[in-house]
């Protein structure tokens, strides 16, 4: 059964920084793509970063520069650290996995497994 727990969420002004991490258990797939989504109320789910199996990123426009993916293989866990952080960033953010390639567009339909998210809240 595959898990995905995400941790790291919380409060922070306008500038600052906060590290996102996700524990993917019982993914035994060899190739996959690993994502992180966002989504804030009344809005629709929207892609910020993937990373597939050889750690090639790919972002959301508003975000390159500031958030960077990575992952530990061996240790099945996913970070996203997001700096400089915007009060319009507000929203549950959830760490998604597919086992395939990543796509050429951060398409939420395209995922299978989601964390339960955590809640990022950026005041001005």
């Known amino acids: 059964q595959v898990q995905l727990v995400e941790s790291g969420g919380g409060s922070v002004q306008s500038g600052g920084s906060l590290r996102l991490s996700c524990i993917a258990s019982?993914?035994?797939?060899?190739?996959?793509?690993m994502g992180w989504f966002r989504q804030s109320p009344g809005n629709e789910r929207e892609g910020v970063a993937d990373i597939d199996t050889d750690g090639i990123t790919k972002y959301e426009d508003s975000v390159k520069g500031r958030f960077t993916s990575s992952q530990d293989n061996a240790k099945k866990t996913l970070s996203l650290q997001m700096n400089s952080l915007k009060p319009e960033e507000t929203a549950m953010y959830y760490c998604?996995?597919?086992?395939?390639?990543?796509?050429?567009?951060?398409?939420?339909?395209?995922?299978?497994?989601w964390g339960q998210g955590t809640q990022v809240t950026v005041s001005s």
């Open positions: 019982g993914f035994g797939y060899a190739s996959y793509c």
């Open positions: 998604t996995a597919v086992p395939e390639t990543c796509g050429n567009y951060l398409n939420p339909g395209r995922y299978g497994y």
